[in-house]
């Protein structure tokens, strides 16, 4: 079972390639709010984030908050050798030996300034030592299939390569944070500026404070590197990430990712695809006390259709079936395919809209004798 295939209108010129992309070796656009890739440029090449990396320190801590195991207010003492080892190392917040500061400032001075030496202090001291952070970067990496990516240090600082990323696991990090933390995301994010002793730390973000919507989310250069961003903006309920990465200059990187960015609003609508609980369609389950289970969406979904394209939208349920009892409600088990036009097809999530038991022998005697029945 699939959703109705709708028309769209005829094509109106509207180009489906955005401009200047050719400066940067790696680009990529998500529409979040459907799901979808509406512009890929080696997506799945490795290269060096520098200090994007600190998006994921950034993930880590969060979920470190969330879990009770990291309290923002707690004061932190600056360990004398740490401050030695990063005094001058990049970007810093100059911090001095003994200085107590809050995880609350580390967090800010990583994020909104890219901190070299509030990164380092903030990993010694929620996870007790280096090492023990980068274990969980790389352990929260796993876990959200950015399965390219490897992570050798907590602030991007050059490693020899360790730390190696995709644009496709990075926007993978970048929907952890706005989804799993909005709260924190909100409070950490996209600011412009950071008050530090009297002055102000500005961000190099080429959108925080400067683009419409824009509210994250982390650059990174290093001379091996050249000049990287995850980007994320919000318009009218509908989020878009972007990743440019080794562009040839600060201006460039700027540059291609307002571009990218503005073509994604302005190339490209969103129509409302599924609401949060609807009803999908079925799925066959085996060994289970019924055997079918209804498939619903967690969310709300858009999909994002090229403005005048000429072409339909066709949705279909894919899954490896029969199911096998028991099910949780809530439990991802199926995708629905979405094909827009001539585009890459991508799938929403499906989940089951209630559990289903592992069926008794009475059950099993009435499926077999339903299975007879052609």
Not at 95 to 107: F, K, Q, T, Y
Not at 175 to 197: K, Q, S, T
């Amino acid at each position: 079972m699939a959703l109705a295939t709708l028309a769209l209108p005829a094509r109106a010129g509207q180009s489906l390639v955005p401009a200047g992309l050719e400066r940067v070796p790696v680009a990529l656009l998500v529409d979040l709010s459907a799901g979808q890739t509406l512009y890929a440029r080696h997506p799945d090449k490795p290269f060096r984030p520098a200090s994007m990396t600190k998006a994921m320190s950034a993930l880590v801590a969060f979920d470190l908050i969330k879990a009770g195991r990291l309290d923002p207010q707690t004061i932190v003492i600056v360990d004398p050798g740490l401050a030695r080892q990063w005094s001058g190392k990049g970007t810093t917040l100059s911090l001095r030996a003994g200085e107590r500061i809050s995880v609350d400032r580390l967090i800010e001075g990583m994020v909104t300034v890219s901190a070299n030496d509030a990164t380092e202090v903030l990993a010694r001291f929620a996870a007790g030592h280096r090492a023990e952070w980068i274990r969980l970067m790389n352990l929260r990496a796993r876990a959200l299939g950015m399965d390219a990516s490897t992570f050798g240090s907590p602030s991007g600082w050059p490693d020899g390569g360790k730390t190696m990323v995709t644009a496709r696991d990075m926007i993978r990090l970048a929907r952890a944070l706005i989804e799993e933390h909005p709260d924190l995301y909100r409070r950490y994010f996209g600011h412009p500026a950071m008050a530090w002793r009297g002055t102000t730390l500005a961000s190099r973000s080429p959108f925080a404070g400067q683009f419409d919507g824009a509210d994250g989310i982390k650059t990174g250069h290093t001379r091996e590197a050249g000049y990287n961003f995850l980007g994320a903006v919000e318009r009218n309920g509908r989020r878009l990430v972007l990743l440019v990465g080794g562009a040839p200059s600060e201006a460039a990187r700027a540059a291609t990712a307002r571009a990218l960015a503005e073509w994604g609003y302005s190339a490209w609508q969103s129509r409302p695809l599924v609401s949060a609980g609807q009803v999908i369609g079925t799925a066959q389950v085996q060994n289970g006390a019924q055997r079918a289970v209804e498939l619903v969406a967690l969310r709300s979904w858009q999909v994002a259709v090229p403005r005048g394209a000429k072409g339909k939208i066709s949705t279909r349920i894919v899954y490896n079936g029969p199911l096998m009892a028991p099910l949780e409600a809530g439990q991802i088990v199926a995708g629905l395919e979405v094909k827009v036009g001539d585009q890459p097809a991508h799938d929403v999530p499906l989940a089951t809209r209630q559990r289903v038991t592992r069926a008794g022998p009475f059950d099993r005697m009435a499926n077999g004798l339903l299975g007879l029945i052609p």
